[in-house]
């Protein structure tokens, strides 16, 4: 197993979904991932990352860029800090392809969203995330975001896929605590808080971290919170999140993840802030100027060069 584990806390507890830096030619900037990399581990207290997920803009980078992506940023930080390559898709053959290539790169484990689009029935997802577990020796992380993929992973399945030996633990976005908590009590599952507005109540609940997006620019906060919490300190916990609530509103609700963290990492002049690839698109000047504003109000040191310039 990868540094920085335990056995309630397979993955790490703090893990951010990192993003894809790309270069002016729209190739993927390898060297700044691995710079953004060690940043997260060395700078922000990160116990793991994950690569190739949605906010790293899996869908529109290739399968060997995958595999290059999971090489450069284990050979940068896997030492020191959990590797979770990304490896769902909705074509449950082009996922066991991924998670092979994900382990044969190096990486510690893999994460696997529900299929989507295709909704496929309960048992269907049975089927691919056991096809997915069983194609690698490496421990499995089921993605639970029904807002994207169109149907959840119903307490009744996480029952029956916390059986398989490799299937540890599920990154939800689903919001239900109460119906994942019983799924806590009932099975072996242990549960990150994939949706950065409910962290600390996912920690109520027994959550073991957070897969997150804010953490790129405050994870060792995140980390803070994690501690806070675990020490019986509640009332630091309470303080962090609400001083953190204006970062999480400006980067996870007024626009998609990856253009609003890309906007932040620029404003940070930190490795990752660069382009996006279509669909998606940088964020115009007049969100870099209040996510400037609320970044600050967070409390996070923002340059005074990176002020985009706004007509008024």
Do not use: C
Not at 25 to 42: C, F, Q, S
């Amino acid at each position: 197993m990868a540094p920085s584990t335990t056995e309630d806390a397979p993955f790490g507890r703090m893990l951010t979904a990192m993003v894809t830096p790309f270069g002016p030619d729209g190739g993927v900037d390898y060297e700044a991932a691995a710079r953004l990399a060690t940043y997260l581990v060395e700078e922000q207290r990160h116990d793991g990352l994950v690569v190739n997920g949605t906010t790293g803009e899996s869908p529109t980078t290739s399968d060997a860029e995958k595999q290059r992506l999971v090489r450069a940023v284990t050979e940068a930080v896997g030492d020191r800090a959990v590797v979770v390559a990304g490896a769902g898709t909705n074509d449950t053959e082009h996922s066991l392809k991924l998670a092979r290539e994900a382990e044969a790169a190096g990486a510690h484990g893999l994460l696997v969203v529900t299929p989507y689009y295709n909704k496929p029935p309960q048992e269907g997802l049975v089927r691919h995330f056991t096809a997915v577990a069983d194609a690698t020796g490496l421990p499995t992380m089921l993605y639970d975001i029904p807002g994207r993929a169109g149907v959840p992973i119903e307490s009744g399945t996480l029952a029956r896929l916390a059986e398989h030996p490799r299937i540890l633990a599920v990154k939800d976005a689903k919001g239900d605590l109460f119906g994942s908590s019983k799924v806590m009590a009932e099975t072996g599952l242990v549960f990150y808080s994939g949706d950065d507005n409910l962290n600390l109540p996912w920690l109520s609940v027994g959550a073991a971290g957070f897969v997150s997006v804010v953490g790129h620019v405050v994870g060792a906060d995140l980390h803070e919170m994690i501690d806070a919490h675990r020490a019986g300190d509640q009332a630091r916990a309470l303080r962090i999140h609400r001083r953190l609530l204006p970062v999480v509103t400006a980067i996870m609700t007024r626009t998609q993840g990856a253009i609003a963290v890309k906007a932040a990492l620029n404003l940070l002049g930190l490795p990752g802030g660069g382009a996006l690839r279509s669909p998606l698109v940088e964020a115009s000047p007049e969100f870099a100027a209040r996510l400037r504003e609320d970044l600050t109000i967070g409390g996070v040191k923002v340059p005074e060069a990176s002020i985009p310039e706004v007509d008024r």
